[in-house]
């Protein structure tokens, strides 16, 4: 069964020489058939909306499965031209292929501000490619015209990592936003109370700085120093064991004032 390659305890040799000895197309398309369909008594707003829910909008790919460690996902066949930015997946990935076919991929290696141009490979049935997404980058539309085969892929994401985005002519590193949806909107919240100057915003930074993602909790630890440094200075340890390099970067910013 496919489901069962959802488990955390796999090592990625295992998870490989799972895939391969499994029928993937055909397990590929039980998931799909457990979509939602339309029927008498659905609306078809309803059926396009769960396909929306499902959907990445930045590695356009259709989740067809999910538990609490991760996804299995289907990117469709297309011939869109290449976009502007590649974005780093962070976690680890399976990416394998379906029906008896092949696709390339062009691999960057993921440095501190841009990408390295690493080698084109090509997986098909007989080899499944892992991916560290903490080190490695991938693009499949490698000559800017699309990819003809589905590529399918077992995802362990990492939730407390950023995803960050490149542009693709220069390799330089130009954006990134928080990869758990939750943490993106605490931090948007953080953002506004201290624009608005709202005066509980120390309150709400003090419960979100025990947050484990490391911008939501340097967000509230700024709130916190610029209303009571020396409360914030307290906060330090507790962002330190994050173990999030920037985060200590930035702490070490504070100079003497943090041990």
């Avoid at 609490?68 to 997946?89: C, F, M, Q, R």
């Avoid at 490695?136 to 015209?145: E, I, M, P, R």
């Avoid at 700085?209 to 209303?227: G, M, T």
Wanted: one cysteine or more; hydrophobic letters at 40%.
């Amino acid at each position: 069964m496919i489901k069962t390659l959802l488990d955390a305890d796999l090592t990625p040799s295992q998870l490989i020489n799972r895939i391969k000895t499994l029928n993937m197309s055909a397990e590929v398309k039980k998931l799909a058939n457990q979509l939602p369909k339309k029927t008498a008594r659905t609306f078809e707003s309803s059926q396009q909306a769960e396909i929306l829910r499902r959907t990445n909008t930045h590695t356009g790919t259709l989740t067809l499965h999910c538990n609490e460690v991760g996804n299995i996902s289907l990117k469709t066949p297309d011939n869109a031209p290449a976009p502007e930015h590649l974005y780093s997946v962070p976690g680890n990935s399976v990416l394998f292929s379906i029906n008896a076919a092949s696709f390339s991929l062009q691999l960057y290696k993921l440095e501190d501000e841009h990408l390295t141009r690493g080698e084109l490979v090509i997986v098909d049935a007989g080899n499944p490619l892992f991916i560290d997404g903490t080190q490695t980058l991938f693009d499949s539309n490698v000559d800017g015209t699309g990819h003809s085969a589905f590529i399918g892929s077992v995802n362990f994401p990492d939730k407390s990592a950023d995803i960050y985005v490149f542009d693709r002519v220069s390799l330089q590193k130009i954006a990134w936003f928080p990869h758990d949806d939750s943490a993106a909107r605490y931090l948007v919240s953080l953002e506004l109370l201290e624009a608005a100057q709202d005066p509980d915003a120390s309150r709400v930074a003090e419960e979100l700085i025990y947050h484990y993602h490391p911008a939501v909790a340097w967000k509230a630890f700024q709130i916190i120093h610029l209303l009571n440094p020396a409360t914030a200075l307290g906060y330090a340890p507790l962002l330190r064991n994050l173990q999030n390099t920037r985060l200590n970067e930035l702490l070490d910013q504070h100079g003497g004032e943090i041990a």
